[in-house]
């Protein structure tokens, strides 16, 4: 009897522990960057064209516009994603667009909420694109639970970012 008490006691203090992180953390944020030794225009244009995307992020199916709009900021597009053989639909929105120096993105998908806002710096020769995500679960367990994913979400947008460097410095 004792050890089913320590087991449940065990059980509750990691569900509180869980729960709790909702309240603690509301999102989850994290920067990734590249350095492309490429003109900033080059890579900001590429970086931008909408039948480009699918050569640098490979779960990409496909992607179309829903609405664009003049300057881009405003502009929808439908995007579906091949996630470990199931297909996900999302919306991407653009929030903001300097050319050559921002552009930020807004992701909905049924079970997150994401903003990427890319920044684009030249010097030496050299751009880096620096990415800041923030990521939110659209229920109270998925905020909960993102938290605990931040390394993977981390680490798939930063291979991204990586494919698009070899794209652009080998094609372009």
Do not use: H
């Not at 994603?81 to 919306?91: A, C, R």
């Not at 939110?136 to 938290?147: A, N, T």
């Amino acid at each position: 009897m004792k050890t089913i008490k320590v087991i449940l006691g065990i059980i509750i203090g990691l569900s509180l522990v869980f729960f709790a992180t909702g309240l603690v953390v509301k999102e989850t944020t994290y920067t990734t960057q590249v350095i492309i030794e490429k003109p900033v225009k080059e890579v900001f244009e590429t970086f931008n064209t909408e039948g480009l995307v699918k050569e640098w992020i490979p779960d990409l199916i496909s992607i179309k516009p829903l609405e664009t709009k003049p300057g881009k900021v405003g502009s929808t597009y439908e995007m579906i994603i091949n996630n470990n053989g199931q297909e996900i639909k999302l919306v991407e929105k653009v929030l903001a667009y300097v050319p050559e120096e921002k552009v930020t993105l807004f992701f909905k998908a049924d079970s997150m909420l994401k903003t990427d806002d890319y920044t684009f710096t030249f010097e030496n020769d050299k751009t880096t694109i620096v990415n800041k995500s923030t990521c939110r679960g659209s229920s109270y367990i998925l905020s909960c639970l993102f938290p605990y994913f931040k390394g993977t979400f981390q680490e798939q947008d930063q291979g991204y970012l990586n494919n698009f460097k070899s794209y652009i410095e080998t094609n372009k």
